[in-house]
């Protein structure tokens, strides 16, 4: 197929699912912020109707302060991206990179939000390699 047949368009991008505990608030303000943050990271995209896809991003970020949790974040922020003219590996990786590339600053924003709601400092999540992270994730299926 020529890529001028190839069509992507994004139809809304909305959180699906958002949490955010701080179990020990009180103690944690009251110490000197040197925190130490896990990151963990899971996509996932399914078919919704013809040309149409919905893919989501899902972050659960762990947060330790002198080794007791200081919050935890849970984020899923997710897209409706219809697609049209491409099918099998050439979709799948425009879904593993592209769609997540729209979606990861969004993503992004809420967890800075949420950080500072609960009154820590802003957590800005460095960028991703959705690209390199698709062909690793590729080579290890493969």
Request: proline share 4%.
């Amino acid at each position: 197929m020529s890529e001028q047949e190839i069509q992507v368009a994004l139809q809304r991008i909305y959180v699906k699912d958002l949490s955010f505990e701080s179990p020990h608030s009180v103690e944690t303000f009251g110490q000197a912020w040197k925190p130490q943050v896990n990151v963990e990271m899971q996509t996932r995209n399914r078919q919704i109707a013809e040309n149409v896809y919905e893919v989501a991003l899902e972050m659960t970020i762990n947060t330790k302060n002198n080794d007791k949790v200081a919050f935890i974040v849970e984020v899923e922020q997710a897209g409706i991206f219809t697609i049209k003219g491409l099918e099998g590996e050439s979709l799948r990786r425009l879904m593993g990179t592209f769609c997540l590339n729209i979606l990861f600053p969004y993503l992004r924003e809420t967890v800075d939000s949420l950080c500072l709601k609960g009154s820590f400092p802003p957590l800005i999540l460095a960028p991703i390699n959705f690209d390199q992270l698709y062909e690793q994730s590729q080579k290890q299926q493969g």
